[in-house]
């Protein structure tokens, strides 16, 4: 039996970079806890400052299968190179043969940087190009496999 797991960024603009990464996945706003109208609503029952509703963001998978992912504010920003970093599978990952992956990969590309991605490396295997490596507004690196 596996263990559910979700993933959490640390960032500076929580709503902005989960806006972003809900483009990138196909996520979803999470929707707030079982008896709560709100996400405002669960804030206040549990007596959160709401000069603090804005320091996180959740997303989750709409299929429900992926992990839930959480951006939460933090107040320094972003040094050094991930040493965890997300391979988005977008052209269907590597089992895909690469004439149908890489123009999905190549569309992903461009429309990840169009909503604020940077390229930081394309890289080639056996002659051809492979995956490229982005990095989302804040700096984190990805994959486009």
Not at 6 to 34: M, N
Request: hydrophobic residues 40%; contains cysteine; glycine residues 8%.
């Amino acid at each position: 039996m596996s263990t559910r797991w979700s993933l959490t960024i640390d960032c500076a603009r929580p709503a902005e970079l989960a806006r972003f990464w809900a483009l990138a996945l196909g996520y979803v706003e999470k929707p707030p806890p079982a008896g709560f109208a709100s996400w405002e609503e669960w804030f206040a029952h549990h007596d959160i400052p709401e000069d603090e509703w804005d320091d996180g963001a959740y997303l989750s998978d709409p299929d429900g299968v992926g992990p839930a992912l959480s951006f939460l504010k933090v107040p320094e920003s972003k040094a050094g190179k991930n040493r965890v970093h997300v391979d988005v599978q977008a052209g269907g990952g590597r089992e895909t043969p690469w004439e149908v992956r890489w123009p999905r990969v190549v569309e992903a590309r461009e429309r990840l940087t169009a909503a604020g991605a940077t390229v930081v490396a394309e890289y080639d295997m056996q002659g051809r190009p492979d995956h490229v490596m982005l990095a989302d507004p804040e700096g984190n690196e990805f994959c486009l496999v």
